[in-house]
């Protein structure tokens, strides 16, 4: 089992930045792939950024070029560093990790206001 704790979301102004922590706990040796996903009211939820356990990085393309994802292995983290944050990327945003199998966070509510 893993446990995921998330931290970091809150209200901001768009062009603003935000830094979302996931800590991971439990069977930690297990896990591969660590990302951000995403859901907006009336949408369905969407990958944010993946980061493999190499350090190999994926991102949506709404995000590319002003969010950064990275993990420290030594502290089971994986971080989501976002950048000139938008209206558009209101949402409660949710760590996942891929282990044995997958596994969620409990959101954190990301408020952009215009």
């Known amino acids: 089992q893993v446990q995921l704790v998330e931290s970091g979301g809150g209200l901001v102004q768009a062009g603003g930045s935000l830094r979302l922590s996931c800590a991971a706990s439990?069977?930690?040796?297990?896990?591969?792939?660590m990302g951000w996903y995403r859901q907006a009211p009336g949408k369905q939820r969407e990958l944010v950024a993946s980061?493999?356990?190499?350090?190999?990085?994926n991102y949506a393309d709404s995000v590319k070029g002003r969010f950064t994802i990275s993990r420290d292995n030594a502290k089971n983290t994986v971080y989501l560093q976002m950048n000139s944050l938008k209206p558009e990327d209101t949402a409660v945003y949710y760590c996942?990790?891929?282990?044995?199998?997958?596994?969620w966070g409990q959101g954190t509510q990301v408020t952009v206001s215009s």
């Open positions: 996942s990790v891929l282990a044995n199998r997958s596994y």
């Open positions: 980061i493999s356990s190499f350090g190999s990085t």
């Open positions: 439990g069977s930690t040796f297990r896990i591969n792939f």
